[in-house]
């Protein structure tokens, strides 16, 4: 029997732990209609926190209520949405579940502003880009 080396053995949980992370995309919109994608309603989203997540033409993102408005997101009343990827941009697992406004990647600890998707701790060293969103009658578009 012959015996495995440590190196090797690192090489191979390299390998199966990269089978489970997606490309980073530089703009993750830019694949969506023209018209944009109906992702949600408004009634989605009863309360501050509430998400819901969203596979964007194959890029997986969150839908998310703030608590006050964002530059980056679309309001209506005193509702305020935001859709960011969920894409990690170190080497592209996806981030878990929002917790306290942040969102963290189990692969290698890296942790993002979920408001502004900004690098609270790397190694990633971009943040989570953010979704257009538009409110129109029927509901809520991602958009190109
Ligand atoms: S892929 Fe997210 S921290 Fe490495």
């Known amino acids: ?81 935001l859709a960011r990827s969920t894409v990690c941009t170190h080497v592209g697992c996806i981030v878990g579940a929002p917790v306290n406004n942040q969102v963290g990647c189990a692969c290698h600890g890296s942790v993002f502003d979920l408001e502004t998707g900004a690098v609270k701790q790397g190694p990633a060293g971009a943040p989570l880009p953010a979704f257009k969103l538009q409110i129109r009658d029927d509901g809520i578009y991602a958009v190109p």
């Open 1 to 81: 029997m012959s015996k495995i080396s440590r190196r090797e053995v690192l090489v191979a949980l390299g390998a199966v732990g990269m089978t489970g992370c997606l490309p980073v995309r530089e703009n993750p919109g830019a694949s969506l209609a023209a018209a944009g994608v109906k992702v949600a309603v408004l009634g989605d989203f009863p309360n501050v926190g509430s998400s819901k997540n969203l596979d964007l033409s194959g890029n997986p993102a969150i839908l998310v209520r703030l608590a006050k408005p964002q530059s980056q997101g679309v309001s209506v009343g005193d509702i305020h949405l």
